[in-house]
């Protein structure tokens, strides 16, 4: 290992690929402190309605993105931090990074895109698949009920369902729906570890995608045989498109190559480290690594990591991988799948034009007037009860073919009793999750935030009150960037291990929101009517939520 003293004043840089940007910070080693940062918007966000190449319609639940926007966060975001900084690019010891996950991209041998070769520009299957691409639902099905005929022994480390959004179902629906992009592909890649095969030259495949997401426990993938059984011609998917020798997390996957070190001003041949996801690598940086910590990385969507001594098997988790977090300890997921996308959609669908006029004159966001105009009513003030399922249902029921649902609504209705209504929904989902967890014998004993959505001091309150716990808060706006410097650190050999370099460069403060007591009854009694509405909806008393995605997706095939 390189000499602990001599790196404590050298710098590292973590980049958060996250949904729609990515963000850079240049971190001291000493301390975690955050020296400068900069974000670099992905030119062409999600692709969600048209294909940019051909301007064809895409269907509906399809979320694409482009992978040349990601190499241009490279090009601009850690330039730009190092410029924020005044750091001198000759002090920066090691690079780290984290993505959306599972977001897939098809390659052919040398890491190029399928979607940047002229014969697959036009075929929305060679791009990009982002996280949220929930089309590939029947798949998913499928999978899940196979599994569970065949007592397939992976099934119940995933709560006993697969989702939509992760490997297997992705990579049958390219299959299924684009044999010659399937049959092109070498591999199927985690955009966690393409970017750092684009900064190192070299494909290390992270253990914490290829346990949550790709379906690897104790040393193996779903057998040939099984995947047989789903489709004879996916018999042979894990040997040809997934497998691949595995990096852990805080190790290096190899060296910053010259042409990444010209793209990003770095020095060429400092430690990359091994690709992680944007939830998973922010445990660190609010120093939740010790088990029963749970962190909820709450922005676009919301994800929940914890660790635990002990396996454990949590009905609808996303799931338990051992060193899925930290090496030594078994990491656990769960997540909803729309949380600040729901508010966005709200913001943007939802809202009469008099409150953008007002959000405008007052140079404040709809979102900030909304949730000042909500926090002035008593809980339950707006008669009103949501299901927070615009993007489908991640954890417990996985979902993604439910749908979001209000009840309650008048002539007497407003805009803010809807945005406070759907703001409470994501908190009962969030109950939802940790009373799952403590019924299976996972303990929960700290809730710690992270994530954009800390700075909704309302939404904050909700959640202290719907779950009657006090709310930890990270010390850092960057969390997963800055969960990124930290594994930089590690790989860079500053730290024996994540544990250590987290309690010196990680931060939180806790008890920072309380729970107040009238709230928790009050939210106690609309979280049972919450129950209600989400098992006759979720669990199959009632399918007309399917019913009406059928009915759309027919509808739109006909146009
Ligand atoms: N004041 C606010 N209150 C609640 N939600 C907000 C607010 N401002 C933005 N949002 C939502 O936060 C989400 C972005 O979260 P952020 O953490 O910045 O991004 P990401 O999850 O992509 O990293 C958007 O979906 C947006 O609708
Ligand atoms: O599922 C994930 C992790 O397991 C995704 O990375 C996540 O849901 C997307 O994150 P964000 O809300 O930050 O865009």
Same mark, same amino acid.
């Given at each position: 290992?390189?000499?602990?003293?001599?790196?404590?004043?050298?710098?590292?840089?973590?980049?958060?690929?996250?949904?729609?940007?990515?963000?850079?910070?240049?971190?001291?080693?000493?301390?975690?402190?955050?020296?400068?940062?900069?974000?670099?918007?992905?030119?062409?966000?999600?692709?969600?309605?048209?294909?940019?190449?051909?301007?064809?319609?895409?269907?509906?639940?399809?979320?694409?993105?482009?992978?040349?926007?990601?190499?241009?966060?490279?090009?601009?975001?850690?330039?730009?931090?190092?410029?924020?900084?005044?750091?001198?690019?000759?002090?920066?010891?090691?690079?780290?990074?984290?993505?959306?996950?599972?977001?897939?991209?098809?390659?052919?041998?040398?890491?190029?895109?399928?979607?940047?070769?002229?014969?697959?520009?036009?075929?929305?299957?060679?791009?990009?698949?982002?996280?949220?691409?929930?089309?590939?639902?029947?798949?998913?099905?499928?999978?899940?009920?196979?599994?569970?005929?065949?007592?397939?022994?992976?099934?119940?480390?995933?709560?006993?369902?697969?989702?939509?959004?992760?490997?297997?179902?992705?990579?049958?629906?390219?299959?299924?729906?684009?044999?010659?992009?399937?049959?092109?592909?070498?591999?199927?890649?985690?955009?966690?570890?393409?970017?750092?095969?684009?900064?190192?030259?070299?494909?290390?495949?992270?253990?914490?995608?290829?346990?949550?997401?790709?379906?690897?426990?104790?040393?193996?993938?779903?057998?040939?045989?099984?995947?047989?059984?789903?489709?004879?011609?996916?018999?042979?998917?894990?040997?040809?498109?997934?497998?691949?020798?595995?990096?852990?997390?805080?190790?290096?996957?190899?060296?910053?190559?010259?042409?990444?070190?010209?793209?990003?001003?770095?020095?060429?041949?400092?430690?990359?480290?091994?690709?992680?996801?944007?939830?998973?690598?922010?445990?660190?940086?609010?120093?939740?690594?010790?088990?029963?910590?749970?962190?909820?990385?709450?922005?676009?969507?919301?994800?929940?990591?914890?660790?635990?001594?002990?396996?454990?098997?949590?009905?609808?988790?996303?799931?338990?991988?051992?060193?899925?977090?930290?090496?030594?300890?078994?990491?656990? /997921? $769960?997540?909803?799948? !729309?949380?600040?996308? *729901?508010?966005?959609? =709200?913001?943007?669908? @939802? +809202? &009469?034009?008099?409150?953008?006029?007002?959000?405008?004159?007052?140079?404040?966001?709809?979102?900030?007037?909304?949730?000042?105009?909500?926090?002035?009513?008593?809980?339950?003030?707006?008669?009103?009860?949501?299901?927070?399922?615009?993007?489908?249902?991640?954890?417990?029921?996985?979902?993604?073919?439910?749908?979001?649902?209000?009840?309650?609504?008048?002539?007497?209705?407003?805009?803010?009793?809807?945005?406070?209504?759907?703001? /409470? $929904?994501?908190?009962? !989902?969030?109950?939802? *999750?940790?009373?799952? =967890?403590?019924?299976? @014998? +996972? &303990?929960?004993?700290?809730?710690?935030?992270?994530?954009?959505?800390?700075?909704?001091?309302?939404?904050?309150?909700?959640?202290?009150?719907?779950?009657?716990?006090?709310?930890?808060?990270?010390?850092?706006?960057?969390?997963?960037?800055?969960?990124?410097?930290?594994?930089?650190?590690?790989?860079?050999?500053?730290?024996?291990?994540?544990?250590?370099?987290?309690?010196?460069?990680?931060?939180?403060?806790?008890?920072?929101?309380?729970?107040?007591?009238?709230?928790?009854?009050?939210?106690?009694?609309?979280?049972?009517?919450?129950?209600?509405?989400?098992?006759?909806?979720?669990?199959?008393?009632?399918?007309?939520?399917?019913?009406?995605?059928?009915?759309?997706?027919?509808?739109?095939?006909?146009?």
């Amino acid at each position: 290992m390189t000499d602990v003293l001599a790196l404590t004043d050298s710098l590292v840089v973590g980049v958060d690929f996250g949904t729609l940007s990515g963000r850079a910070v240049v971190v001291r080693v000493r301390d975690g402190a955050e020296l400068g940062s900069a974000v670099f918007e992905y030119p062409h966000a999600v692709v969600e309605e048209t294909l940019p190449s051909t301007g064809r319609t895409l269907p509906p639940d399809w979320a694409l993105q482009v992978p040349s926007d990601y190499v241009d966060v490279l090009r601009h975001a850690v330039p730009n931090a190092l410029k924020a900084a005044n750091a001198k690019p000759e002090d920066v010891i090691g690079i780290g990074t984290d993505f959306t996950a599972c977001t897939m991209i098809p390659v052919t041998a040398d890491g190029t895109p399928l979607c940047e070769l002229d014969e697959f520009r036009a075929e929305p299957h060679a791009y990009v698949k982002l996280w949220k691409h929930h089309s590939a639902q029947g798949q998913a099905d499928r999978i899940t009920d196979l599994a569970r005929n065949r007592g397939e022994k992976w099934l119940p480390r995933y709560g006993g369902l697969i989702s939509s959004e992760w490997e297997f179902a992705k990579g049958l629906q390219i299959l299924e729906e684009a044999p010659a992009v399937y049959a092109a592909m070498w591999r199927f890649v985690e955009a966690a570890d393409w970017i750092v095969w684009q900064l190192t030259g070299n494909y290390v495949r992270n253990a914490c995608t290829a346990g949550y997401k790709g379906i690897h426990q104790d040393g193996a993938y779903p057998s040939p045989d099984y995947l047989r059984e789903l489709n004879p011609a996916f018999e042979s998917f894990v040997v040809d498109k997934l497998a691949h020798p595995l990096g852990q997390l805080g190790d290096a996957a190899g060296t910053l190559s010259a042409q990444a070190a010209e793209w990003t001003g770095l020095p060429q041949g400092i430690a990359v480290a091994v690709g992680n996801v944007d939830a998973h690598v922010t445990a660190p940086a609010a120093q939740a690594v010790e088990p029963g910590q749970m962190v909820a990385i709450m922005g676009t969507s919301t994800c929940h990591v914890m660790n635990g001594a002990e396996l454990r098997e949590v009905p609808g988790m996303c799931g338990v991988v051992e060193g899925g977090i930290v090496p030594g300890l078994w990491g656990y /997921e $769960a997540g909803q799948s !729309g949380v600040g996308d *729901i508010f966005g959609w =709200f913001t943007h669908h @939802g +809202v &009469p034009p008099e409150y953008h006029e007002t959000a405008r004159e007052r140079g404040i966001s709809v979102h900030e007037l909304l949730t000042e105009l909500a926090a002035r009513q008593r809980v339950g003030e707006h008669g009103l009860l949501a299901l927070d399922w615009h993007s489908g249902n991640r954890s417990v029921l996985v979902d993604h073919e439910l749908s979001g649902l209000i009840v309650g609504q008048t002539l007497a209705t407003r805009a803010e009793d809807t945005y406070r209504a759907l703001l /409470e $929904a994501t908190a009962f !989902g969030t109950r939802m *999750i940790i009373d799952t =967890f403590i019924d299976a @014998g +996972v &303990p929960v004993t700290e809730f710690v935030v992270a994530g954009g959505l800390i700075r909704n001091p309302l939404l904050m309150q909700i959640y202290a009150d719907v779950l009657d716990m006090p709310l930890s808060v990270i010390g850092s706006a960057n969390g997963p960037a800055l969960g990124s410097a930290i594994h930089a650190a590690v790989a860079a050999g500053a730290y024996p291990d994540i544990r250590a370099a987290a309690a010196a460069m990680g931060s939180v403060e806790r008890d920072v929101y309380l729970p107040i007591p009238t709230n928790v009854s009050g939210y106690e009694e609309l979280f049972t009517d919450y129950l209600t509405l989400h098992d006759h909806f979720g669990r199959g008393a009632n399918e007309v939520m399917r019913r009406l995605k059928r009915r759309r997706r027919k509808a739109k095939e006909q146009q």
